[in-house]
């Protein structure tokens, strides 16, 4: 593999609008964040009910846009506050950059590190909430990408599901949420791997382009020391059938919050 470490000289930065008062840095060369990140931190936000502080951490977390988009979305009471795990150094530079510059940094950490190594890093039962967007393909599925690092992000080459799960069982407090987003072709994989690691399946919804579209996602939340006991909700649909957006994804798109049925 060529060196993917090195991108800040060759590419140059450029800093998004999320917000009103959300900025995200992205550069060519560190793979950027999708619809499912999107969707994963408005699914987070349904759930995350709380009013005294509490501790996040988000896991395989990119450039930050989850964990930086709840904290934007959870700004106003300051009782939230997020760790980031990321194994390539320029995202997780860039995510500090863009914690910095939407004045959240006195709420946010990023550690440059492998997810290996999180059960020897950390004390456990620190983690009230946790998010993952993981690499959906294994190692020998699917076309590999020429830029090294959207194959590191897409295939489980550093980490695979059962690392990220060890490591989530770890942080999670007994009574934790964790929540996840994947592809419906692996759930019989995150399955298998939850129930290995304790973790319990709660509510899962699935994600459709249309009404009469296959599902690409499902947005999950598992339970440390939850009971056996799962709500599939109500699907969510991107667009209508004239191809606009939906009105529960400009829900999602302007409020930062999804609506669960």
């Known amino acids: 593999m060529n060196n993917t470490q090195n991108t800040s000289e060759q590419n140059p930065i450029k800093l998004e609008k999320i917000s009103?008062?959300?900025?995200?840095?992205?550069?060519?060369?560190?793979?950027?964040?999708?619809?499912?990140?999107?969707?994963?931190?408005?699914?987070?936000?349904?759930?995350?009910?709380?009013?005294?502080?509490?501790?996040?951490f988000d896991l395989c977390s990119g450039t930050g846009i989850i964990g930086l988009m709840l904290l934007d979305h959870f700004r106003s009471d300051g009782n939230l506050s997020a760790e980031a795990v990321e194994i390539n150094k320029d995202a997780a530079r860039l995510s500090a950059m863009s914690a910095?510059?939407?004045?959240?940094?006195?709420?946010?950490?990023?550690?440059?590190?492998?997810?290996?190594?999180?059960?020897?890093?950390?004390?456990?039962?620190?983690?009230?909430?946790?998010?993952?967007?993981?690499?959906y393909m294994s190692?020998?599925?699917?076309?590999?990408?020429?830029?090294?690092?959207?194959?590191?992000?897409?295939?489980?080459i550093l980490c695979n599901l059962e690392d990220i799960f060890k490591a989530a069982f770890?942080?999670?407090?007994?009574?934790?949420s964790?929540?996840?987003?994947?592809?419906?072709?692996?759930?019989?994989?995150?399955?298998?791997?939850?129930?290995?690691?304790?973790?319990?399946?709660?509510?899962?919804?699935?994600?459709h382009s249309k009404r009469d579209s296959?599902?690409?996602l499902v947005l999950c939340k598992l339970g440390k020391g939850a009971k056996e006991g799962m709500k599939i909700s109500?699907?969510?649909?991107?667009?209508d059938d004239e191809g606009n957006y939906s009105d529960a994804y400009l829900c999602v798109r302007d409020k930062g919050v999804m609506e669960i049925g």
Request: glycine content about 6%; proline content about 4%.
């Open 170 to 176: 770890h942080l999670l407090k007994t009574g934790g």
């Open 20 to 56: 009103d008062t959300l900025r995200i840095y992205q550069q060519k060369g560190v793979f950027s964040y999708g619809t499912d990140a999107v969707l994963l931190s408005a699914y987070a936000a349904h759930f995350m009910k709380f009013s005294t502080p509490r501790k996040l």
């Open 234 to 239: 109500p699907p969510f649909i991107m667009y």
């Open 139 to 156: 190692a020998a599925c699917g076309l590999m990408c020429e830029d090294d690092y959207k194959t590191i992000a897409r295939h489980e």
């Open 100 to 135: 910095g510059e939407s004045n959240l940094s006195d709420n946010y950490k990023v550690h440059n590190m492998d997810i290996k190594d999180v059960r020897s890093t950390f004390e456990g039962d620190i983690a009230d909430f946790i998010t993952v967007n993981p690499p």
């Open 178 to 207: 964790m929540f996840v987003v994947y592809r419906p072709d692996r759930l019989s994989t995150l399955f298998s791997v939850a129930k290995s690691a304790r973790l319990e399946i709660k509510n899962m919804t699935y994600v």
């Open 214 to 216: 296959e599902s690409k």
